[in-house]
């Protein structure tokens, strides 16, 4: 089983985005025959097979083994992943695309995407898979927010440069800067 499973194609997203799917997927976190998934759902075998197969055909559940229980075959499934990401992709851009300037929002969702895609394509298989991920909050007053801006891409830049051979090992460096919203943690 994947840990992330990044769907590109319409008609996975739309085997997926029923949520008596969802449940069933939830159940085929361990492998399990559809018999099993019903009586965990209170929901009929032929119900769960209907839903089992249409997940099957998107290459969302794998039937992993076979069993004879009462002079019939039973399947036994197992979710294909822990995780399913829908790609922006689906949905594509709505409405005209601002100016590419880093300070906008546009270029902020633009950097996410390009994160997400290319973990989603990360080779999870591999033994290891070196990354590192930081998050914290920080307070600029207005005044020196151009300051602050300035002071971060000098950082990067240097960062850039020091480490932007042609040779090693090959990272992205993607850090976001947004707003947020004031709660009380």
């Avoid at 005209?96 to 929002?105: F, G, I, P, T």
């Avoid at 895609?117 to 007053?141: C, F, K, M, N, Q």
């Avoid at 002071?151 to 993607?174: C, I, K, N, P």
Wanted: net charge negative; proline share 4%; charged share 30%.
């Amino acid at each position: 089983m994947r840990d992330v499973l990044y769907l590109e194609q319409i008609e996975q997203a739309e085997a997926l985005l029923k949520p008596q799917r969802v449940e069933v997927l939830r159940q085929l976190a361990e492998p399990r025959s559809c018999t099993e998934v019903a009586a965990a759902l209170d929901q009929t075998p032929q119900r769960v097979y209907y839903h089992v197969k249409r997940l099957v055909e998107a290459g969302l559940v794998t039937q992993v083994n076979e069993r004879r229980v009462r002079g019939i075959n039973e399947g036994v499934y197992q979710a294909s992943a822990r995780s399913y990401w829908l790609s922006p992709a689906l949905v594509g851009r709505l409405g005209l695309r601002r100016a590419r300037d880093e300070l906008s929002l546009d270029h902020l969702l633009d950097l996410v995407e390009q994160v997400q895609s290319d973990i989603a394509g990360l080779d999870r298989t591999r033994p290891e898979l070196p990354s590192l991920g930081v998050s914290g909050g920080i307070r600029v007053h207005p005044d020196r927010r151009q300051e602050f801006f300035d002071d971060l891409r000098t950082t990067l830049q240097d960062l850039f440069t020091r480490y932007g051979g042609a040779e090693g090992d090959a990272f992205r460096l993607a850090v976001a800067c947004y707003p947020k919203e004031e709660t009380d943690e």
